[in-house]
């Protein structure tokens, strides 16, 4: 079991900042890897960035969007900059664990409550 906890979501201007913080905690040894979804009214949830031993970002945040780990903290960062109103949605953490369990491989995602991140003037 993995229990996820984000905050820094809010409001921000055009071109402002945010950086979003997802803490895990439970089985953290099973964690493959983690990354940062977002869902906007009206739209399929995302995927915006991942990070395993590499990092991945969807193309629309690519030079904006940073993902980050903190292992000793067991905690994941989404630095956003040059924020834009298409950046809006709620935003939700996930980890994909994988684990061993009677000699058979079990994957599951687990996810964060969710964030509201508002991009507006």
């Known amino acids: 079991q993995v229990q996820l906890v984000e905050s820094g979501g809010g409001l921000v201007q055009p071109g402002g900042s945010l950086t979003l913080s997802c803490a895990a905690s439970g089985s953290i040894f099973t964690i493959n890897a983690m990354g940062w979804y977002r869902q906007a009214p009206g739209k399929q949830r995302e995927l915006v960035a991942a990070i395993t031993s590499s990092t991945n970002y969807a193309n629309s945040v690519k030079g904006r969007f940073t993902i980050s780990r903190d292992n000793g903290k067991n905690t994941v960062y989404l630095q956003m900059n040059s924020l834009k109103a298409d950046d809006t949605a709620v935003y939700f953490c996930?980890?994909?664990?994988?684990?061993?369990?009677?000699?058979?491989?079990?994957?599951?995602?687990?996810w964060g409550q969710g964030t509201q991140v508002t991009v507006s003037s």
């Open positions: 996930n980890a994909h664990t994988r684990a061993l369990s009677n000699g058979n491989l079990v994957q599951y995602d687990y």
